[in-house]
């Protein structure tokens, strides 16, 4: 007869499963860089308008750049305009961030930080149709 038979099992995640140490990391308190507009604050004080952003920057001084940048770009000054690109790569995973978009064809030299309002990624083409806010 031969050996018995052994009834292995398997076990499997479903694709949406999130590893535990990972979801704990996620989890975590963050780290808060608290940054201001000298103008916004010296115009409207205590009315000023507050953003918070959170994010997966672990680094302080990465965070301070990147404070840096949002408040750069939504400071006073400049009209802002929409603007509808269709770009490679996927790019829903960062709508509501501050990005950086460069490319002559777009009217962007050197780089141009514009705010992604939306993006329809089209995995088939690898390409992905994004609406941004920017500063004229």
């Known amino acids: 007869m031969g050996s018995?038979?052994?009834r292995l099992r398997r076990l499997r995640s479903?694709?949406?499963m999130v590893d535990s140490l990972f979801a704990q990391w996620l989890?975590?308190?963050?780290?808060?860089r608290v940054s201001e507009d000298a103008a916004a604050v010296a115009r409207w004080g205590d009315g000023a308008s507050t953003a918070e952003r959170k994010t997966g920057i672990a680094l302080r001084g990465d965070a301070a750049i990147e404070a840096e940048?949002?408040?750069?770009?939504?400071?006073?000054?400049?009209?802002?305009?929409?603007?509808e690109h269709l770009l490679t790569g996927a790019w829903a995973?960062?709508?509501g961030m501050v990005i950086t978009v460069s490319g002559p064809e777009l009217g962007y030299e050197g780089g141009v930080d514009v705010f992604?309002?939306?993006a329809a990624d089209d995995h088939?083409?690898?390409?992905?149709?994004?609406?941004?806010l920017r500063r004229l």
């Not at 989890?27 to 808060?32: A, K, N, R, T, V």
């Not at 088939?124 to 941004?132: C, E, I």
């Open 116 to 118: 992604l309002l939306g």
């Open 4 to 6: 018995p038979r052994r």
């Open 124 to 132: 088939a083409t690898g390409t992905s149709t994004v609406t941004v």
């Open 93 to 95: 995973s960062l709508i």
């Open 27 to 32: 989890q975590q308190d963050c780290l808060w």
């Open 14 to 16: 479903p694709d949406t």
């Open 69 to 83: 940048r949002q408040l750069e770009f939504l400071g006073e000054g400049r009209p802002l305009v929409i603007d």
